[in-house]
């Protein structure tokens, strides 16, 4: 079912389930908020890339305002729901300062991915975590897992942005699986390069050789 969204155009994609805190200052985005404040209407963030506004974004929802300031600047805690992708965009909208349009919504389950699918994933991304020496909490039965370490495995925003296009829980952990395969083998590589530069100037000694 299409309906009327308030957008708030960033340069980041949010993923369904993640917390998103922002500071409100535009004139235009405090009036978008004091609207949903006022209506119990959420708004929608669609990523902008490349000097473009995408058509594929994600409807978050008001949880608190945390500061709200003299000058009428707000600090806000939110949260990402659901994927939408607009069919409509207008600039303002309906006379407001803000941008709107018609969307359609996405609602997804998690039945296309196997536990399989998703110990893959956790594995692979876990090789990934102890090779960067960060730890990062994971589980098979973390919900939606894609979308919990899309941040977390080195997309770039444009890849980010790719995998919220994508229907299905297990083409995404697909997509990551196979990007994290690609990229263990090039972290090594750095890693060993960062080694050999610390040897420079070293004094070094090398086993004899026998010929």
Known sequence: MNEILPFFPLGLVVFPGEP??????EPRYKQLINDCMDNDINFGIPPYIDDSIKSFGTEVKMKDIVNK???GRMDI???????????????PLNGKLYS????????????????????LLVETARKLFKLLNIDVEISVDQEFLSYHLAHKVGLGLSQEYNLLTVRGERKRIDILVDHITRSIPVIKESERSKDKIKM??????FNPLTF
Do not use: C
């Open 20 to 25: 998103l805190n922002l500071h409100i200052f």
């Open 69 to 71: 300031y003299e000058d």
């Open 77 to 91: 805690t939110t949260e990402a729901v659901r994927i939408f992708k607009w069919n409509t965009f207008n600039n």
């Open 100 to 119: 709107g349009g018609e969307v359609e919504f996405f609602e997804e389950n998690e039945e296309d991915a196997s536990y399989s699918d998703k110990l």
């Open 200 to 205: 420079n100037g070293h004094f070094k000694y």
